[in-house]
């Protein structure tokens, strides 16, 4: 039998090689081959069948729609969207998939799949790499791969794939909380019990923004616009990158206080509308002004827009109460009575045979100091090529300036100046002990700076050490 076959198989070779082109055309002999390379094989006692032969086509995209590579195709590359993938046949290059699950059973040389799960069937074979993002692998047993597989978002590690989960159906949609995803309902709670926290602490500030808003939201929203192109520019000269660091902190601190403003602002609103008194207290203003705010965050692009208009806005308004702050503190003069809140006075020796008595500098005329200090001895360090020595040339400069002349070139800018609690001249171990402070107030995420905001007398970390303050000294008297 078995020679009956291949005599047979043999003879439709030969007969189909000698045939006449005009009668027989060059496909219909190319089949035929292959029938008798099939019954040569079985005459020979071969099991495996030949290769298919596939159909070359080039590229194949899907956009919202799915896409099925079959057994008789070979592609030099594929690539789906918004929909599913299977591959059954061969992709000579890359196939990719986003926002939607993909099957392959065939060979194909890397495999990429974003916000999708992977299925590897046995006949699978990926010769190069296999990444999957957002998604799971289920690998066949019988599959092979090149190398190991990447896969981030796939179950393994809670923190990171409700991450993914949350740029799969959140970012991705342009809105910042994703309903379907307790990451970003967490995430969003946490921010608000921050404004809810930064209101308690600091109602007085706040309340100021929430009255510029009302007073002045389109200045607002366009300073708000403008900061970061200020800040940009700034970082463009070479020399304002020292200072670049601190101003994008107090920016991200201003613009906290100022989102909790912006809620606050949008309950008032609200009350006003329903002529609600209960609704426009604070508190509750707060309350009705996040939920609102939450909610339009779920709305696709809706919420986007809105989370970019509330930065601007929350900038402007922060800016603006800052600078009418600045303006109201720096128009004070000696003799006038301290505002609400700021019964504790220091006691500072100024000009020859004269004990006067100055309050205390607000926390924004420090840091503007402190600014006008760093860029100072960030601009010689640069001149000199001494950049790595900023931070000890910073002290020696704090210790010679503070025990020389109890000030620095950025605090006699703002008129401020360092005082004693025991109305003794500050000498080389106070400003010693002053500037030790200073390291552990920077080091504890300038923690010890930013109590001088929040305490009664104005004293941060280092000058309840040191025991020294700073004092505002009216115009006209000689600091330096």
């Not at 993909?102 to 046995?122: D, H, Q, W, Y």
């Not at 990447?150 to 794939?161: D, F, R, T």
């Not at 503007?368 to 790595?388: Q, R």
Request: glycine share 10%.
């Amino acid at each position: 039998m078995r020679t009956a076959l291949f005599a047979f198989s043999f003879l439709l070779s030969v007969l189909f090689s000698i045939a006449p082109a005009q009668n027989q055309g060059a496909a219909e002999v190319s089949d035929a081959r292959e029938i008798a390379t099939v019954i040569l094989n079985a005459a020979a006692g071969e099991t495996n069948a030949p290769a298919i032969r596939r159909e070359q086509l080039s590229e194949v995209n899907r956009f919202y729609d799915d896409l099925l590579i079959e057994e008789h195709m070979s592609v030099k590359s594929a690539a789906v969207m918004f929909g599913n993938g299977k591959v059954l046949g061969e992709v000579r290059g890359d196939v990719t998939a986003f926002w939607g699950d993909l099957e392959v059973n065939g060979p194909v040389a890397n495999c990429t799949v974003i916000f999708g799960s992977l299925k590897l069937g046995p006949n699978a074979d990926v010769a190069g790499s296999t990444a999957v993002i957002g998604g799971k692998i289920d690998k066949h047993p019988q599959a092979t791969l090149g190398r190991k597989p990447y896969n981030l978002g796939g179950g393994e590690s809670p923190a990171v794939a409700s991450m993914v989960d949350w740029m799969k159906f959140g970012l991705l949609f342009g809105r910042p909380v994703a309903p379907q995803v307790a990451f970003s309902w967490v995430m969003a709670g946490l921010c608000f019990l921050c404004y809810l926290v930064l209101a308690v602490l600091f109602p007085r500030p706040v309340q100021s923004c929430t009255y510029t808003l009302r007073a002045r939201p389109a200045s607002s929203f366009l300073l708000g616009m403008l900061i970061p192109i200020i800040i940009v520019l700034i970082a463009i000269t070479g020399i304002g990158l020292v200072i670049v660091p601190f101003l994008l902190i107090a920016v991200l601190l201003a613009t906290v206080l100022g989102k909790a403003s912006v809620m606050q602002y949008m309950g008032q609103q609200v009350g006003t509308l329903v002529r609600s008194k209960f609704i426009q207290h604070p508190g509750v203003a707060l309350f009705v002004g996040g939920a609102i705010i939450c909610l339009l965050y779920c709305v696709p692009l809706v919420g986007a827009m809105v989370w970019c208009l509330s930065i601007m806005f929350a900038m402007g308004a922060a800016s603006l109460s800052t600078i009418e702050a600045l303006r109201i503190e720096g128009s004070q003069i000696v003799g006038e009575a301290p505002p609400e809140g700021e019964e504790s006075m220091a006691m500072v020796h100024v000009g020859p045979g004269t004990d006067s008595t100055y309050p205390p500098a607000g926390f924004w005329l420090r840091f503007c100091a402190l600014i006008l200090d760093w860029f100072i001895v960030g601009t010689i360090s640069m001149i000199t090529s001494a950049g790595l020595l900023f931070i000890p040339g910073l002290l020696m400069y704090y210790l010679v300036m503070w025990s020389w002349k109890e000030t620095t070139l950025g605090a006699a800018v703002m008129n401020i100046k360092l005082v004693c609690d025991r109305r003794k001249k500050v000498d080389f171990p106070v400003a010693f002990v002053r500037a030790l402070g200073t390291v552990l107030s920077f080091g504890m995420l300038g923690l010890g700076f930013l109590w001088s905001a929040v305490s009664r007398d104005k004293k941060s970390w280092h000058d309840i050490i040191a025991g020294t303050n700073v004092v505002r000294v009216p115009d006209g008297v000689k600091i330096l």
